[in-house]
């Protein structure tokens, strides 16, 4: 039995970690690209969480999180990541628990509306205040609507390509 490589671990996390920060930091490139690039990154993820396990996905997880705050220029794409990154590795717990789908359905609701909440009434970002009150309130549920939706077919890729 070969004897496994001690760095492998570190040195895959630290290129897609490189890999996911390049990617946020692109994310003003394309306007589509606040919601995109943030479910990039949960894919590189999950295959680190697999790859490498819970623990070092969590460091990954906040490596990322971090360096997107302080470089990325689409805070939004950041904070998306830094709200919403971390569900592949909860995936395997929810998957266990009684009403699966309403669980994790709280959490991205919870996770979406504290985010927008600090966003807009702590940071005070005034372009995205200004582009919600311009967009109305059917537009913001419709929104939201089409991001539960997103995240539940992430949750089904996440299930099928990654079997975590």
């Known amino acids: 039995m070969a004897r496994r490589n001690s760095s ?5 996390g630290g290129v897609l970690a490189a890999l996911a920060v390049v990617i946020m930091c692109m994310g003003t490139l394309i306007p589509m690209a606040t919601f995109a690039c943030p479910m990039l990154c949960i894919l590189l993820l999950a295959v ?3 790859k490498c ?8 997880y906040c490596a990322v999180a971090i360096l997107s705050l302080l ?10 990541f830094a709200f919403l990154g971390y569900y592949p590795i909860l995936k395997p717990r929810l998957d266990r628990r009684p009403l699966r789908w309403l669980w994790k359905g709280l959490l991205f609701n919870a996770a979406i509306c504290i985010m927008y909440f600090l966003l807009l009434n702590v940071l005070g970002m005034a372009e995205l205040a200004a582009e919600f009150s311009e967009a109305g309130g059917i537009v913001l549920g419709i929104t939201l609507l089409l991001g539960n939706v997103t995240f539940f077919l992430m949750d089904k890729l996440l299930s099928m ?4």
């Open 8 to 12: 492998a671990a570190p040195a895959l």
């Open 161 to 164: 390509r990654f079997r975590i």
């Open 71 to 80: 470089m990325a220029p689409d805070k939004e794409a950041a904070a998306l």
């Open 53 to 60: 396990g819970s623990r070092m996905a969590w460091v990954w």
């Open 48 to 50: 680190y969480f697999k």
